[in-house]
């Protein structure tokens, strides 16, 4: 895979993996284990994110090959200015989300479910559309999701449908971008700073009651998934997928 022709000289010089892979949400959790993972190995990483401080921090531990672009993906201009900055790529990986969205499904008309709508399908959406100017023809964009699309757990029916969105899109995107190829990635229960909306005493019991019921005997660290990522971007013969990862949890 090449990098649009005005850049691939200069470029290559820089990053032996010839690579540039926009990374939104790439200051934390699964986007950063990703930036994490691709710059360790020599791809130069443009990572975004809303929290200025956070993104200064993850940008300095990932070294040379990385950049930090100050974006909000519910912001159309936010995301305009984020690839002008950017410039020329040959994958994107989108990892915005907003946390919470369990509850009863009774309750679900006092809880903002547009808002949520907007954080993360919306917003995955627009990021891809918006990357489509610089984004190399025989590149990727490479989605993430949550298990709940594909489960039937009760007081999940909120996250089910936000994810559920993200994850139908996959196909059409895949036929209509070709040769760019679009896949995602459905974690299972990860342990990262979703879950920090509970209290420790409840997060550590959800999590325990998760990985109690995986069959790989354990909830999912954002390392997991991050090689899921690399793996879908370095598989040029994988487009239209969404691939679970999810310790087999969506199995139980």
Same mark, same amino acid.
């Given at each position: 895979?090449?990098?649009?022709?005005?850049?691939?000289?200069?470029?290559?010089c820089?990053n032996?993996?010839?690579r540039?892979?926009?990374?939104?949400?790439? !200051?934390?959790?699964? &986007?950063?284990?990703?930036?994490?993972?691709?710059?360790?190995?020599?791809?130069?990483?443009?990572?975004? &994110?809303?929290?200025?401080?956070?993104?200064?921090?993850?940008t300095?531990?990932?070294? !040379?090959?990385?950049?930090?672009?100050?974006?909000?993906?519910?912001?159309?201009?936010?995301?305009?200015?984020?690839?002008?900055?950017?410039?020329?790529?040959?994958?994107?990986?989108?990892?915005?989300?907003?946390?919470?969205?369990?509850?009863?499904?009774?309750?679900?008309?006092?809880?903002?479910?547009?808002?949520?709508?907007?954080?993360? #399908?919306?917003?995955? @959406?627009?990021?891809?559309?918006? !990357?489509? #100017?610089t984004?190399? $023809?025989?590149?990727?964009?490479?989605?993430?999701?949550?298990? !709940?699309?594909?489960?039937?757990?009760?007081?999940?029916?909120? @996250?089910?449908?936000?994810?559920?969105?993200?994850?139908?899109?996959?196909?059409?995107?895949?036929?209509?971008?070709?040769?760019?190829?679009?896949?995602?990635?459905?974690?299972?229960?990860?342990?990262? $700073?979703?879950?920090? $909306?509970?209290?420790d005493?409840?997060?550590?019991?959800?999590?325990?009651?998760?990985?109690?019921?995986?069959?790989?005997?354990? *909830?999912?660290? #954002?390392?997991?998934?991050?090689?899921?990522?690399?793996a879908?971007?370095? *598989?040029?013969?994988?487009?239209?997928?969404?691939?679970?990862?999810?310790?087999?949890?969506?199995?139980?």
């Amino acid at each position: 895979m090449s990098l649009p022709s005005n850049t691939q000289t200069e470029d290559r010089c820089h990053n032996p993996g010839g690579r540039h892979v926009a990374i939104l949400g790439g !200051s934390a959790g699964i &986007g950063l284990a990703t930036a994490r993972l691709l710059s360790d190995r020599g791809d130069r990483v443009s990572i975004g &994110g809303r929290n200025a401080v956070r993104l200064n921090a993850a940008t300095a531990q990932l070294g !040379s090959f990385a950049t930090g672009i100050e974006v909000d993906a519910e912001s159309v201009d936010s995301l305009r200015h984020f690839f002008a900055a950017a410039g020329a790529l040959t994958d994107l990986v989108v990892t915005v989300t907003r946390r919470g969205g369990f509850g009863p499904f009774a309750d679900l008309a006092d809880t903002d479910l547009i808002g949520a709508f907007v954080g993360k #399908p919306v917003a995955h @959406l627009h990021t891809a559309a918006l !990357s489509l #100017p610089t984004l190399a $023809e025989q590149g990727s964009i490479t989605f993430v999701s949550a298990g !709940s699309a594909q489960s039937a757990m009760p007081g999940t029916a909120a @996250l089910a449908a936000v994810n559920g969105a993200i994850e139908s899109a996959v196909p059409p995107l895949a036929t209509e971008l070709a040769p760019r190829r679009v896949n995602a990635v459905s974690p299972g229960v990860i342990e990262t $700073e979703w879950w920090s $909306e509970l209290d420790d005493d409840a997060r550590d019991s959800t999590l325990a009651e998760f990985a109690k019921r995986a069959p790989v005997g354990r *909830n999912g660290q #954002p390392e997991d998934i991050a090689q899921a990522i690399v793996a879908l971007i370095d *598989n040029t013969f994988l487009t239209g997928v969404v691939l679970p990862c999810d310790g087999g949890l969506r199995l139980t």
